[in-house]
């Protein structure tokens, strides 16, 4: 179910940084942990980065880990991935997430588990 909507993708070079949001007029995100996938085409969707309800962070992805960072603010409903010094291998489509339920530490790395979708925003990164 779509009710996501992500965007600051865009194609950059090796090195440089990106910083994507993801807003949800619909959803109260602090009611739901948040997290980032990405996916090549072809390939299954992978998550990358999760908030949990009550904040804290898990990240699933060993290559993301000192460059990636998510963020949050609940007063404006919207959070972020802030993405540094980027590589090629970080090249896909990236989407914003939503899951209800789980207590308040609870993230989830599995695509099948989500509730909430946006349509994805593409990070391309040149060598």
């Known amino acids: 179910q779509l009710q996501l909507s992500e965007s600051g993708g865009g194609t950059v070079r090796a090195g440089e940084s990106l910083r994507l949001a993801c807003t949800g007029p619909?959803?109260?995100?602090?009611?739901?942990?948040m997290g980032w996938f990405r996916q090549d085409p072809g390939k299954e969707r992978v998550g990358i980065i999760c908030m949990s309800k009550s904040g804290k962070v898990e990240t699933y992805s060993d290559s993301v880990k000192g460059r990636f960072t998510i963020s949050r603010d609940l007063t404006k409903n919207i959070v972020h991935l802030q993405m540094n010094d980027l590589i090629p291998d970080d090249t896909a489509k990236y989407y914003c997430?939503?899951?209800?339920?789980?207590?308040?530490?609870?993230?989830?790395?599995?695509?099948?588990?989500?509730?909430?979708w946006g349509w994805g925003t593409q990070v391309t990164v040149s060598s």
């Open positions: 997430a939503a899951q209800s339920g789980g207590p308040p530490d609870f993230c989830s790395s599995s695509y099948r588990t989500q509730n909430y």
């Open positions: 619909g959803l109260a995100f602090g009611n739901y942990a």
